[in-house]
């Protein structure tokens, strides 16, 4: 892997780098979506490829998951075919003291959230600049709703003190639609306090499949930040 010259793509790289280091021989592992996910992609193919790994499965949590690891010769299994996960690796858009995230930036929370608290080890990777102190801070929530449902839930969220926005596409006419056929409502909070309480509130309104809060679901949190001009990646519990 060439080193990126970029610093924010720098510590993608080198936290999905050093996720990819932690995947055993023999594992089954849930392969994430977005561009930090790619880099750890990236290096379990490139492991696989220079022998020093052996026999990975990958369960990917996205179109895009399919193709970078179709690109970089990881098979495949689906759900139905296995009976665990051994550990998945994926990004985040925040995550708090407490390792609770805000995902689905990708628009792929729904099938990541599954893949991810399915994994005995569910390893989160992502460069300094999304820690926040609580969630909501940076980063509008984002929720998938049925097509035919996005009005009323709009509503139930304003309702419910949140201000909604539909997802619109970029280079695509309309709204952004998922890879699950639905459409994306991202939820301003001026801050989230309970992120357990409000993804439980959110996945109760009918129409809504999912919300990208991950609360309590999280192993590992490895950063990667760039200290005295290095790159280095730190384990959140050792600072
Ligand atoms: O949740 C996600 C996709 O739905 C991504 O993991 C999240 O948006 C982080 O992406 P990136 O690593 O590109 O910053």
């Known amino acids: 892997m060439s080193a990126e010259t970029d610093p924010v793509k720098l510590m993608k790289q080198q936290v999905g780098y050093a996720a990819a280091q932690r995947v055993q021989s023999g594992s089954i592992v849930g392969l994430g979506t977005g561009s930090t996910t790619a880099y750890a992609i990236q290096a379990i193919g490139e492991r696989l490829q220079s022998g020093d790994l052996k026999d990975v499965k990958g369960v990917p949590t996205s179109f895009q998951a399919i193709v970078l690891a179709r690109q970089y010769g990881i098979p495949l299994v689906s759900l139905d075919e296995i009976d665990k996960i051994d550990v998945a690796i994926d990004g985040a858009d925040e995550v708090d003291p407490q390792k609770n995230l805000i995902k689905g930036g990708g628009a792929a929370h729904t099938q990541e959230k599954i893949v991810d608290c399915l994994a005995d080890q569910f390893i989160v990777v992502v460069d300094s600049g999304k820690l926040v102190d609580h969630l909501g801070s940076t980063f509008l929530l984002p929720v998938e709703v049925l097509p035919m449902a996005v009005t ?22 309309g709204p952004v639609v998922t890879d699950n056929g639905n459409l994306v409502v991202d939820v301003k909070y001026d801050r989230i306090d309970n992120p357990k309480e409000l993804e439980q509130t959110l996945n109760n309104i009918p129409g809504v499949l999912e919300n990208g809060i991950f609360a309590g679901v999280v192993d590992v949190v490895l ?16 600072v």
Request: glycine share 14%; hydrophobic share 35%.
């Open 152 to 173: 009323p839930v709009m509503n139930a969220i304003r309702k419910l003190g949140g201000s909604p926005e539909l997802r619109m596409g970029v280079k695509k006419a």
């Open 223 to 238: 950063i990667g930040e760039v200290k005295d001009g290095q790159p280095i990646v730190r384990d959140m519990e050792h």
